[in-house]
């Protein structure tokens, strides 16, 4: 049963527009959220996080939000550029672990056109 | 230059034939992770360890085992290798539990089991 649900494959968009990455999850016992990206030969490298106790963090042109009631999150970036083109994973975590116990969803291909 | 390092990035074997991927991190983190990633199922856990002597299995710890004997390395044994081991696989460190840090990835070791 997978615990954390990225349902769109792949999500194209126009650069300078607004890319929103979704994240649905299931595990009441996460607290902890992360984006990661990944580029092709590459390991995932950390984008941004926020704890259950948030609702929002804010790092430059990212953005993440995080529903708690809906089990629902997301990743904003704006404005787009074309060196964002990655696979973008959302990652969950459980209560008092932190970042040393991930569970992933299956990633999302974000494709920035120039 | 802190970092995760792996070894090696490439591997062919055959079935059967004992191996070792190596994983050594320079930033002194207490916690070390060992994920693989599938085509269509995003990065798995296979084990985690919070400090020396001290491992713990993850969500697909069959057919793996680690080490823990310095804070330093975790490395991964694959004792008898399986074409269904053929997979991505990517160490991480992380400095300590809770909700402030993230998880550091090694670039991935790509293992090929014929």
């Known amino acids: 049963d997978q615990q954390v649900k990225q349902n769109s494959p792949s999500l194209s968009v126009q650069e300078g527009r607004i890319s929103i990455l979704n994240c649905d999850y299931t595990?009441?016992?996460?607290?902890?959220f992360l984006w990661y990206k990944k580029y092709p030969a590459e390991g995932p490298t950390f984008l941004i996080s926020?704890?259950?106790?948030?609702d929002k963090n804010e790092d430059g042109r990212f953005t993440v939000f995080l529903n708690k009631s809906a089990k629902h999150l997301s990743l904003h970036i704006v404005p787009s550029q074309p060196g964002d083109s990655a696979v973008y994973f959302c990652?969950?975590?459980?209560?008092?672990?932190?970042?040393?116990?991930?569970?992933f969803g299956k990633g999302t291909k974000l494709s920035v056109i120039p | 230059e802190a970092q995760v390092t792996q070894n090696p990035r490439y591997l062919i074997t055959v079935t059967g034939k004992k191996l070792t991927v190596t994983c050594s991190q320079n930033m002194n983190h207490e916690y070390m992770s060992w994920y693989r990633q599938d085509p269509g199922l995003g990065l798995r856990q296979i084990y985690y360890?919070?400090?020396?002597?001290?491992?713990d299995k993850g969500d697909v710890p069959e057919g793996y085992k680690v080490s823990r004997k310095e804070k330093r390395n975790f490395p991964l044994i694959l004792e008898s290798p399986s074409p269904n081991q053929t997979s991505l696989y990517f160490c991480?460190?992380?400095?300590?539990?809770?909700?402030?840090?993230?998880?550091?990835f090694g670039q991935g070791t790509r293992l090929t089991v014929v």
């Open positions: 991480a460190s992380s400095l300590r539990r809770g909700r402030d840090t993230e998880a550091f």
């Open positions: 595990n009441s016992m996460f607290d902890y």
């Open positions: 360890s919070m400090n020396v002597e001290v491992t």
């Open positions: 926020i704890s259950s106790i948030k």
């Open positions: 990652a969950a975590s459980p209560l008092g672990a932190g970042s040393y116990q991930l569970t």
